[in-house]
């Protein structure tokens, strides 16, 4: 009887370390199949250059580019340089946050605020942020605020024009269904309009998140002494080719990162919209 025991416990081992890797497996591959695409354009990347495709000179082979990002990492002033830019976009993309989407559940819910805000906010979303970036630094200065300021500027829309469509959006029968149920506004609002707007809001926060990285590294290369805008203009007028595309894929690789961050945020708090879509 133990032997027997003994034997089923180690065949119940057996399958689960088999289901394990299986599972593995199929996490590899999927993870392949996903970023196969990026490997051909980083191979393509290599290899071009090498083989006179386009100029070594001014498109340098990844490995090269590799290099030099890796020098100025131990240096310290790739760190640097992005602090003092994860400091500026996380600071006027928090604050876009903050401001822009209480109210634009305000306008999309209360068609008084709507009346008074809209023509305002038509009127400024045509406003690109860069073509009033020579005010933001007149009026601000050269330093910090006038970055943040514009982030916060170039977020704000997205979220705002996100978080007014997703209350407008919400289904009409889940506001009836909650107003037949008793419920106060104030409750309305807080249980069924936020939540149902939610996954609308996040599209408004992503694209606000890649607005925050994109605007400020090119009001860095206008006016700044440090930040990831500033570390390409310089290299490129250094004539620092590796070191300006290691910048540029720095860039590119914090944008991956913030929106692994978000859509992550965004599953947990819309839990019930991938269920029902699974």
Known sequence: MASGSVGKALILQEKSSFDLVGWSLAKLGKAFKKSIVIIA??????????????????????????????????S???????????????????????????????????KPVSEYLNPLLETMRNTAALAILPVFILLLGLGETSKIAIVLYACAFPLLLNTISGVKNVDPLLIKSARSMGLSSISLFRK???????????????????????????????????????????????FLIPDMYAGILTISVIGLIINFILVSIEKRLTGWKQSINE
């Not at 340098?60 to 590799?66: F, H, I, K």
């Not at 996380?90 to 401001?99: C, E, Q, R, S």
């Not at 925050?212 to 290299?235: H, T």
Request: glycine share 10%.
């Open 41 to 74: 354009l980083l191979a393509v990347w290599e290899v071009a250059p090498r083989i006179g495709i386009v100029n070594i000179t001014f498109f340098p082979p990844l490995t090269e580019v590799l290099e030099a990002w890796w020098k100025l990492l131990l």
């Open 76 to 110: 310290g002033d790739l760190a640097d340089h992005t602090l003092a830019s994860l400091s500026r976009s996380l600071g006027g993309f928090f604050l876009a946050i903050v401001i822009a989407i209480p109210l634009g559940l305000a306008i999309g819910w209360w």
């Open 192 to 238: 069924v309009i936020i939540p149902a707007a939610l996954p609308t809001i996040f599209v408004g926060i992503r694209q606000a998140g890649a607005s925050s990285i994109l605007v400020l590294v090119a009001a860095e290369m206008v006016g700044a002494r440090e930040g990831l805008g500033y570390l390409i203009q310089y290299a490129q007028f250094s």
